[in-house]
């Protein structure tokens, strides 16, 4: 698959994940159940979880390297608001269809860099990293558009290590969760999130190691381990 298929085919997952969890019309800035949606909060609030993952305190664990798999599943938690703002932004400003969206993407001026093969980062970089995570965060918090964020994107996924294919194959599987989520009581707070003390991203992450699954793998999957919860 192309980079711009992938990219096209997570819009389409994402535009029918939020229509599931959100209701139809999301779009114009309200859940059906009448909740306000903020979609840059919700990328600087996990931009900051996202820095959580780098060893940045002084004071704490000072020889402990960054959890780069755990930094893996927080970008793309992030990438899952960074689409649902340019969603909502081009159907509130009509500029046209997902299409739309996948072809001003592709013109990003990292998209290139993005789609090569990833450079595993050094662990001595992470404060660096993490100041480029806090420059994503502060272009959120000022409210800044679709397109800028998107390049905030791939410019820290790409310091990060991870690429269109990682991106993909993540993004996929936690779509697939999300919904799982949603469909076991996530939005009523009946839903476990630790599965036999051990966090559902991470259950995800170590089904995804043991080889390539499809979306229906996937979601069989997780409801066998969700079955065994003690």
């Not at 001026?109 to 806090?134: G, H, R, T, W």
């Not at 996929?172 to 076991?184: H, P, S, T």
Request: charged letters at 30%; hydrophobic letters at 40%.
């Amino acid at each position: 698959m192309k980079p711009a298929e992938m990219i096209l085919e997570m819009f389409r997952l994402q535009q029918k994940l939020n229509d599931e969890t959100n209701g139809k019309g999301w779009e114009k800035g309200y859940t059906k159940q009448g909740r306000i949606i903020n979609w840059n909060r919700c990328i600087y609030m996990e931009c900051a979880e996202l820095i959580d993952s780098f060893n940045w305190k002084h004071w704490k664990d000072i020889d402990i390297a960054p959890d780069w798999d755990n930094i893996t599943i927080e970008l793309v938690d992030i990438w899952h608001f960074v689409m649902s703002l340019g969603l909502e932004f081009y159907y509130n400003e009509k500029l046209g269809t997902a299409e739309d969206i996948v072809k001003e993407i592709s013109d990003s001026q990292y998209f290139d860099q993005f789609c090569l093969d990833p450079v595993k980062p050094d662990n001595d970089d992470a404060m660096l990293i993490v100041s480029v995570i806090e420059h994503f965060m502060k272009d959120a918090l000022d409210a800044k558009p679709f397109y800028k964020l998107s390049d905030d994107f791939f410019e820290t996924a790409i310091q990060c290590g991870v690429n269109i294919d990682t991106l993909y194959k993540y993004y996929v599987a936690k779509n697939v969760l999300n919904k799982f989520r949603q469909d076991n009581g996530y939005k009523e707070g009946t839903y476990q999130k630790v599965w036999n003390g051990k966090e559902d991203n991470v259950v995800l992450s170590e089904m995804l190691e043991k080889g390539p699954m499809g979306i229906e793998a996937i979601y069989v999957s997780l409801q066998t381990e969700y079955a065994r919860l003690s």
